[in-house]
């Protein structure tokens, strides 16, 4: 018999496994723990005690048996200690991926800039009419073989020049980021854990681009007192010290980094929350957490400048709505000529995914 056959919707049967919702779970707390895998786990547990994650089928046992048995997870037998694999260090990249791309899917669509098509990389749904010039592989011959049947007929088929259509396509450059991540100890002060976010929106990026934009660079460059580069497999251990904001040692080595990159488009992407407190004098530090030291901040702004010589567009995000920062922060990038936002925690990955593929694309003559 044709027809249809209804049955009764259960929610639980197409479901993740056990496994699978333990191990998203679980990969939020390491982003949290800092990569210590004991930590993680206790929590768990504790979660477990209070919402009944597992129960009389598939215990927390089994769970890290399954995390051991799949790669996620190595013991050492001597101490007994857990420790995250390079797997699990891409699962945490690949989540944040998706939380923030995720959310970016499902919000409307807004703060895009407008770019004019051109002969490139990504196909462009619109088309427009032939113009001298065009190269043979623009063209759209289905269009062009349409327009040409409604103009001539099927009977006396040819093809003129006003019947071409021309399929344009976005041009991506290649692009050298590097990114830098405020780890001073303002980033977890007053109650709220900014270095997380961070943490999340530079391990989602370096995913984004080592898949999609494989011929791109990333560096990320994390900045207290000093500031040193880190790879992106030591993403989910980054934590924050006891540090002060050396935001210039954070721009010069920045600085020296790109100029070994080889693509001729470079930029910098600042996540921070607070001002300059510091810098390197020689082998002494000279710190000032009282107000804005014109001491520090005119390095930052002569750095600001050398970037902007150098064609480096330094972008700013200050996830800190403090309205004194507001006057350093535009001074900063005016002198750049480069962008700034005052992000929100939530907010932050939106505000540089959108920046970052706003840039990937250039107009092509």
């Known amino acids: 018999m044709i027809g249809h056959r209804f049955i009764h919707f259960d929610p639980n049967e197409n479901s993740q496994s056990k496994f699978e919702q333990l191990l998203n779970l679980f990969m939020q707390l390491l982003t949290y723990t800092n990569g210590d895998a004991g930590e993680a786990l206790q929590w768990l547990n504790e979660l477990d005690k209070q919402y009944q994650l597992t129960d009389n089928e ?198 020296d980094l790109l100029r070994r990159r080889k693509n001729p488009n470079k930029q910098i992407f600042m996540i921070t929350d607070g001002k300059p407190t510091c810098l390197k004098i020689g082998g002494r530090y000279y710190k000032n957490s009282f107000g804005l030291d014109r001491k520090v901040v005119n390095r930052c702004i002569n750095l600001a400048a050398q970037c902007k010589k150098l064609k480096i567009p330094i972008t700013t995000f200050m996830i800190a709505s403090d309205p004194y920062l507001q006057k350093f922060v535009q001074e900063f990038t005016e002198m750049n000529n480069g962008k700034a936002f005052f992000a929100s925690l939530d907010k932050l990955g939106a505000f540089i995914f959108k920046d970052f593929e706003s840039g990937k694309r250039r107009t092509v003559y």
């Open 58 to 255: 598939y215990g927390m046992g089994d769970f890290i048996e399954d995390l051991k048995q799949n790669g996620y997870l190595n013991e050492d037998p001597a101490s007994g200690n857990f420790n995250i694999t390079a797997k699990s260090e891409q699962t945490i990249r690949k989540k944040s991926l998706e939380e923030i791309f995720g959310k970016l899917k499902k919000s409307k669509q807004g703060n895009h800039q407008t770019f004019k098509p051109g002969q490139g990389d990504e196909i462009n749904p619109d088309t427009r009419p032939f113009q001298f010039g065009d190269m043979l592989e623009q063209i759209d011959f289905t269009e062009s073989i349409r327009n040409a049947q409604i103009n001539r007929g099927v009977e006396s088929f040819t093809m003129q020049e006003d019947d071409l259509q021309i399929r344009e396509s976005d041009f991506k450059t290649q692009t050298s980021t590097v990114l830098m991540i405020d780890i001073s100890h303002s980033m977890i002060l007053y109650g709220e854990d900014r270095i997380t976010p961070a943490k999340k929106v530079a391990m989602a990026l370096s995913e984004l681009i080592t898949t999609k934009y494989p011929k791109d660079t990333l560096d990320i460059v994390v900045f207290g007192n000093d500031a040193w580069s880190i790879e992106i497999k030591d993403l989910p251990y980054l934590q924050v010290g006891p540090y002060h904001t050396n935001t210039v040692a954070g721009l010069e080595l920045a600085m």
